[in-house]
Each structure stands twice: as structure tokens, then as C-alpha cells.
């Protein structure tokens, strides 16, 4: 049974740094693609970035590149997405997901599995 469990959220300064864990069971995450997505209140579901298995790419938001970073750990059967530099603007709750594919989208349709989500707050 394929599984997602994120982990790492909190509330950080603007400015602040978190690293935000995606830790997958019931499959192996190294073989297929992995997206990870923010939704704030009352906004939708929108991508910040994806890695791609098959092309072993990475692509992120334009409004978090430079800044936001996505890698995987083959031991660990997970995927981060270090966030630096966080803007008041980026509170969500950040989700991973998969769709067991090799090609990665931004698009929130196209992913069948999807961890519970971790809340990331910035204040001051």
C-alpha cells in the first residue's frame, strides 16, 4: 500500500529556513516521480516544485527558485524540499504526492497519492 508521511513543518521567521521530509512506505519513491505541492487557506492547490525519475530532473516554481531546493535519499526511501529564505507570503500546508510515474507535473490532478500534509507557518 502505497504511503506518504511529511514531516518538518513549523513556524519560522521570514527569512527562516525549514527542511520539510517525505517519507514513503509501500513503494520504492527512487523509482518514480515525486511532486510537492502548498495550499494556503482559501487558495488552491498550486506545485512548488517536482523530481522527475525518469529524466532524474528537477523543476521548482519560479517564485521559489534559487531558493527552494528538492532532493532524495535512495537509503532513506524519502524526498526533501529545503525551503530558505521563506516569504510571509508561503504559509500552506505543504503536501508530497506521487503518481507512481516515471514524469513529473505541477498539475495536482495527475498525482494519485498524497501524504497528510504539514503545516508551515511564517510570522514574525
Known amino acids: 500500500q502505497v504511503h506518504l508521511a511529511e514531516s518538518g513543518g513549523g513556524l519560522v521567521q521570514p527569512g527562516g529556513s525549514l527542511r520539510l521530509s517525505c517519507a514513503a512506505s509501500g513503494f520504492a519513491l527512487n523509482y518514480h516521480s515525486i511532486g510537492w505541492f502548498r495550499q494556503a487557506p482559501g487558495k488552491e492547490r498550486e506545485a512548488v516544485g517536482c523530481?522527475?525519475?525518469?529524466?532524474?530532473?528537477?523543476y521548482y516554481k519560479e517564485s521559489v527558485k534559487g531558493r527552494f531546493t528538492i532532493s532524495r535519499d535512495k537509503t532513506k526511501n524519502a524526498v526533501y524540499l529545503q525551503m530558505n529564505r521563506l516569504k510571509p507570503e508561503e504559509p500552506a500546508v505543504y503536501y508530497c504526492?506521487?503518481?507512481?510515474?516515471?514524469?513529473?507535473?505541477?498539475?495536482?490532478?495527475?498525482?494519485?497519492?498524497w501524504g497528510q500534509g504539514t503545516q508551515v507557518t511564517v510570522s514574525s
Open positions: 523530481t522527475s525519475e525518469s529524466e532524474g530532473s528537477i
Open positions: 504526492a506521487t503518481d507512481l510515474g516515471a514524469i513529473c507535473t505541477f498539475y495536482a490532478s495527475d498525482y494519485g497519492s
